[in-house]
């Protein structure tokens, strides 16, 4: 669960003049809208925005007093009407969100859908796997769709806050891992998917505020006549070092606790122990 946290400040002088805004909607995510424009002085400005004829949400405020200003909005529902002004004009003006494209679902929310706030980042399991952005209306925000790319269930807002990382797995259930796998760190909006390798991961992850992605791998060893494929915790730095910090079997003994036949692998088995007796 994500929430994303918009800071509202007091308006710059009235005698900063504004230089009309320029609107632009992504190209892959037509929700994702980037606003800029030019002032007389140089400010720290912010945008005031929202649905209908409301200004309930506010951008983050520039770190730094500029002449020319940038700000990119996201978690903006599709083919809905946006209200904004810049904290340096009272004009008010007007922007139209794009479509949801097709290969994505509309999701129903049951139950009070003005009862929470906030957002939360989440895959879309199904034919074509897609990390998204919904708001508390269930209504999909923000999305990714990758061609050719089997994305894994799991994805997180980014510790810098620009976009998403989602991992990118081939062969995963057959629990033995798989050679092509790793992780997916995709912005907002525009610039380039980084794709970052991480053989034999299993499905979860995190990623720390340096950067530093945590992350289960499969294991093995042989035992008892056979290949035992357990789970091992790794840390991949920003620089592609590795370190293990875990590994299952420190920690279990597969002559106490005996593999059964299960393509999820040892300490992954689904069926047949529960997680009491592992």
Request: aromatic content about 8%; hydrophobic content about 40%.
């Amino acid at each position: 669960y994500v929430s994303l946290v918009f800071v509202a400040c007091e308006t710059s002088p009235a005698d900063v003049r504004t230089v009309a805004v320029d609107i632009s909607l992504d190209a892959e995510v037509p929700t994702v809208v980037t606003l800029t424009w030019a002032t007389q002085d140089e400010v720290a400005s912010h945008v005031e925005f929202g649905e209908g004829t409301e200004f309930e949400r506010t951008s983050a405020t520039e770190a730094v007093a500029t002449r020319q200003h940038s700000r990119t909005l996201i978690g903006l529902a599709a083919d809905t009407e946006y209200v904004f002004r810049v904290s340096d004009s009272d004009v008010t003006e007007s922007f139209t969100t794009g479509s949801l494209p097709p290969e994505l679902p509309v999701l129903t929310v049951t139950g009070d859908e003005d009862a929470g706030e906030g957002w939360i980042v989440t895959t879309l399991l199904g034919a074509g796997n897609a990390p998204v952005l919904l708001d508390h209306k269930g209504r999909i925000t923000w999305w990714h769709l990758a061609e050719g790319s089997d994305l894994g269930p799991t994805t997180v807002v980014a510790a810098d806050g620009r976009g998403v990382v989602t991992n990118r797995q081939v062969g995963f259930f057959q629990g033995q891992g798989a050679a092509d796998t790793g992780f997916l760190r995709i912005p907002w909006a525009g610039g380039a998917v980084e794709d970052i390798a991480f053989p034999d991961q299993t499905h979860d992850f995190l990623e720390r505020e340096d950067g530093t992605i945590a992350a289960l791998r499969f294991t093995t060893r042989f035992f008892g006549g056979q290949n035992v494929v357990a789970d091992e915790l790794v840390e991949l730095a920003p620089d592609g070092t590795e370190r293990v910090v875990w590994n299952a079997f420190d920690t279990f003994d597969p002559a106490v606790i005996k593999p059964i036949p299960s393509d999820a692998g040892w300490t992954n088995q689904r069926y047949g122990q529960s997680s009491t007796e592992l």
